[in-house]
């Protein structure tokens, strides 16, 4: 059987449109936290529409400047922005990359070095997440997070 070349070039168009896209599933999302969230024994967290949709609002928003400014919502929140396509393991990984700075005897950061994106992502009282992308206006991608019930209470250990 003849298989037309239109219809090869469209077969690799969606595939290539199906890998692009699943980076950046709920799913890979979620993978990505509930990873480092079960490196230190803590349960895993469940998707969120409502905080994806508080996500794709914030995310539309800084999508003219890419400025990384928390939103000051009723959720914690994680960002994240790079100059490349940044997809949603690269960004859960860059906060989970925080753990080196976290001291857990003296339940803080170390040497001066940001820790909270870390603690966010594994405190064990948040069960819900919602995360968005959006390309910049400068060409940048931002990303962003939510969690609910918020964490880093100051005094709390996130586990």
């Given at each position: ?90 960004a859960v990984q860059m906060w ?26 594994v405190w064990r009282g948040s ?33």
């Open positions: 059987m003849d298989i037309p070349k239109l219809s090869i070039l469209s077969i690799c168009l969606m595939v290539a449109l199906q890998l692009a896209c699943a980076q950046n599933s709920p799913g890979d999302f979620l993978k990505a936290h509930n990873a480092g969230r079960a490196q230190v024994g803590v349960p895993p967290l469940a998707w969120n529409e409502t905080l994806v949709a508080y996500a794709q609002d914030y995310a539309k928003k800084r999508s003219g400047d890419c400025a990384m400014k928390h939103s000051d919502g009723p959720y914690g929140e994680n960002l994240a922005a790079g100059s490349w396509d940044v997809n949603a393991k690269e989970l990359d925080e753990k080196k700075f976290y001291d857990v005897g003296s339940n803080s950061c170390i040497g001066g070095e940001p820790c909270l994106h870390y603690t966010q992502v069960t819900h997440v919602g995360c968005a992308r959006a390309k910049c206006s400068n060409g940048w991608t931002f990303v962003t997070c939510n969690y609910d019930p918020p964490g880093n209470y100051v005094g709390e250990r996130p586990y």
